[in-house]
Each structure stands twice: as C-alpha cells, then as structure tokens.
C-alpha cells in the first residue's frame, strides 16, 4: 500500500509539457509564417490566398489536436483526454498503470478485461518526467482502488 501522505494533492493533471510546448509553437509558428509569405506574394489570387491560410490553419489545428492528450486524476478517478476521445474512470475500474521499457505511452488495463492508452503520460521528450508520472498514477491507483473495500476503512 502507497504512503498516502507521500500521494499528490487531487485533482492532479499528467500531460507532456515538453512536447505539447513544441506541437503548439510549430502550429501557430507555420500559421503565421504561411500567411506572412502568402501575403507578400503579389501574384496569387485571392481564392489561391485564402486556400493557402486555411490550409496553414489547418496544419495548426492538427498540432492543436496533438497537443491535447493529458491524463486528470481527481476524487472521483481518471479522466483520460486522448487525441480525440474523452473517457472517465471510476478508481475501482483501473486494475493497473503500465509502462514497459518501449511503450510510447501510458496503458490502464481496466477491470472489464481491456486496456485503454493513456496518451497523456508519455516518455518521448521527457523519459524521467513519464516514469515519475506513471509511478505516481500508479500508487494513486492502488491508494483509491475500491477492489478490497475493507483495506481502505482503516
């Protein structure tokens, strides 16, 4: 059993901050590159000006969308915001946190026989930061699981 005293305060957001730092300057760095360059060319049309922004929006956009994925552990359980899905947990329903020498991110596997990636704890920029978080995800898992409701009266 984890010491709770040594847990993070809830609620408490796991996310790579390293990366999403990069994802979000190359997004709007392109955006507004893109559109500079677009702009200062005199012989482009204004239907080719505009294809060429909204397609420099929608490269931001993308990397706005990769930049999302965080993982929030709160009083009532996880909530895990992957790429392009939300879903919440209840503690009892994490049976554990997995990170393997390899995996590019978190896995929860789930007490109905599934895992569910947790892209918000991942080791690509930041390898230590993603052990220590996953360690931590882990060890509030274990303090809050409801598998044996007597061990947790005490």
Do not use: Y
Not at 36 to 47: D, H, R, S, Y
Not at 48 to 72: D, I, M, N, Q
Not at 85 to 100: D, F, G, P, T, Y
């Amino acid at each position: 059993m984890p010491d709770l005293s040594a847990l993070p305060a809830l609620p408490v957001t796991f996310r790579p901050g390293r990366t999403r730092a990069v994802l979000l300057t190359a997004g709007v760095t392109i955006f507004v590159v893109l559109t500079t360059v677009v702009m200062l060319l005199e012989t482009l049309t204004p239907a080719e000006r505009l294809s060429f922004v909204f397609t420099a929006a929608l490269l931001c956009g993308v990397l706005v969308l990769l930049s999302r994925p965080k993982v929030v552990a709160d009083e009532s359980g996880v909530t895990v915001v992957n790429i392009t899905s939300r879903r919440h947990l209840a503690w009892a329903e994490i049976l554990q946190v997995n990170l393997r020498p390899g995996d590019p991110w978190v896995f929860l596997d789930l007490s109905d026989g599934t895992s569910l990636p947790a892209l918000g704890i991942q080791p690509g920029i930041a390898k230590q930061r993603a052990i220590a978080d996953a360690r931590t995800l882990r060890a509030l898992a274990e303090a809050r699981s409801a598998r044996d409701p007597e061990e947790h009266q005490g």
